[in-house]
């Protein structure tokens, strides 16, 4: 074949040309860490990649939103844990006072005191945390009872609050309050206080039954969110897995292997020293050089 | 036998070689001239003395008379122009796919961290499962339907800049100017160049039949072809232009529109008599827009002397002509025929169509969600019907149908975010609503609106995916189709081009022999100094 100079520059310009594309293609990578830059450099990956970022963000968000369904369950659980501790002291003032050898002005005593406990069984019940009232339901507006503890049938709202905390998982975050303070919960607080206000040692000896019962239904209740805390444990653990696992499986799809980046590098820069070395030492002489 | 054969025959030499010299230097000079075919010099021999005849002299013969130029030819292949076309039709057909491809991934370049609509729909997902959460938060609310914004502003940015391309690929194409009555953009550049080509015909077939071989024009026509060639396919055939003219002449280019296969089809586009025609005559391409779309409805081929000469190119007819007017129109969009139906398909048109679709559906789930929940009572309110939430997103300018281009965010829903409708029952701290409303972008749509089984960001990832898959294929295309082209190139210019040492061989060769020439020129001359001077003069 006839080769003409021109050729010569022709190949050796678009030899150059690929040689520093592919160069800033090695450069692209270093500089971003990234195998790809647009879509169409590497479909596959590109869309596997955009399916990651998705997972990512949901993990992501499932773990914001378990840590609030954390924040329901902890403020429940500890209102609870003052809810039995309130009833259990009721208990056992309705033992002492079922006691023969108590005086009245002393049952009167315990009676200010019972007066006391149940004031803050119903702060607990009407209990606020980031100004939403914990225990009635989705009406975060309204808190469960009056004042004086009466639950008004309008204003009581039974509808679990849930969350998602992973795909198509929901968890009840709050606790349905008018379970634990409906019923007869406040009533067998006042037959108490009735019976100690009027000193009637048969009402007193019935109160610790009664109490008893409010006992086990909020124990119930408490018990009931404990193995709900439970399985937000184990969903929170295995939000944490997922996250690792999504991350380091998109890393490994759309990030650049730099000690291979590096050295495809390493080997261009050496082809295109050789290519201009090369290319320099053609293209210069011509016979005209050497005619004399 | 003449006194003055000698000189003569020097005479001519020197003529000659003086000939071979000056074609030389015009090789040299030509050396970088784009489309130059290195020309030479064909030397012959002079007929020789005596020649057959009744009165010839006695003499033993025949004695040679020295050298002419028959004729100065130009060193090129025919057969490599055709290769060279066919595959410059490919070249050029995939690198302005590709260009106007990766125009379109430029814009929805998805890879972009900070920036894309699968990055928005993320957002818009996470800020309405946090208020979910968080019904009662005023700023978790406003975040929610900030987000729902970018939403809508992602799509109305990936649509706008995509019809804005569409625009540009159809200033490409050409448009007729009432003023000037031509067409510019690639339909006029063909028209250019046919009306080039034409003239550059009429020049050659007036030098052609005198006998002598217009070296340059050819050179100058065959670059026009070249580009020509860029453009639609064709295919070239010559007709001698006179009885007279040589017979390596290359004669008169007649140019058609050719097959895949690069068989000549009966579409003319210059004729051999259109030489004698004026430029206004001459047949000349135009496109039709198919009225109210982004569609090119046919190519037209309008031939104002000879109306036999007009065709028309309709539908999806014109991919069968590789160019770069192929890859403008299949990219812009076009009428397609399937079976009885008309369809207006193209990539810009199909992706546009697509996003509308996935726009438009979005926004329908999304609205019939978001009129389920309830707005935000104010104290003393129930939750009533007319409580219920209103359409989420709107059309931007207050027409019936959503398009990504007009997707937008209900102007009261921005100004008060209360209205956002994310509660089941009413109350405030319900926000089920909003769980609802995140799935309208993962869950697959009901009565499968996008396809069986396909969500809001499925759906768009396939429209990603096709894109990508497509623009891949394009680039890659290019990348092999340049190799190729290149490889042709060589092969052309190894054929034509001029080498600077070999035309340094060829000045020393004619110099040399300009040289002896000279000297035999000497050499007669002293002969007959002799004869003049020095003869008779015996003895004195």
Known sequence: MRITQGMISNNMMSNLTKSYSSMNKYMDQLNTGKKISKPSDNPFIAIKGLDYRTQLAQVEQYKGNASEVDLWMDNSDSALNGVTAGL????????????????ESERLNMKAEAEQIKDDLISIANRKVNDRYIFNGTD?????????????????????????VAENIELQANVDGAKVFGGDFFKNIDDFIQALDSNDQTGIGKAIGTLQANIDTSVNERANLGARMNRLDLIKNRLDNQEITATDIMSKNENVDYEKAITDLLTQETMHRAALAAGSRVIQPTLVDFLR | MSTFHGLEMAKQALFTQQMGLYTTGHNLSNVNTEGFSRQRVNFEAMSPFPSAS??????PGQLGTGVMAGTVQRIRDAYLDSQYRTQNSKTAYWETRATALNRMESFMNEMDETNGLSKTMNDFWKSLETLSTNPENAGARGVAVENGVMVAESFNHIATSLEQIQKDLRTQIGTYNDDTKEYDGKIGDANALLKQINDLNKQIGEVEPLGYLPNDLYDRRDRLIDELSSII?????????????????????VIRLANQDGTPTNHVLLSATDRNLTDDKIGQFGVTDVSGKNAIGSITFTKAGDSNGNFEIENDDFLKYDGSLKALIETYGYVKQEGTETKITGDFSDTLERLNKLAENFAKAFNEVHQTGYVVLKEGETATDDKKGKAFFVTKDGSGSITAKNLAVSSEIREHPDLLAISSDGKFGNGDVAKKLAEVMTEPLKDNALGSQTSVKGYFQQIISKMAVDTRAANQRVANDNVLQQKIQNDRLSVSAVSIDEEMTNLLKFQHAYNASARSMTAMDEILDKIINSMGLVGR
Request: aromatic share 2%; no cysteine; glycine share 8%.
């Open chain 1, 88 to 103: 259990q002291r009721l208990q056992d003032l309705a033992r002492q006072g079922a006691n023969g050898t108590y005086s």
């Open chain 1, 140 to 164: 975060t507006k309204t808190p469960l009872l009056d004042k004086d503890g009466v639950m008004s049938e309008d204003s009581k709202n039974q509808k679990p609050i849930l969350i998602h």
């Open chain 2, 54 to 59: 009744r009165n010839r002299p006695s003499i």
């Open chain 2, 233 to 253: 396919k064709i295919d070239v055939k010559y007709e001698k232009s006179g009885d007279s003219s040589l017979k390596i002449a290359d004669g008169i280019a």
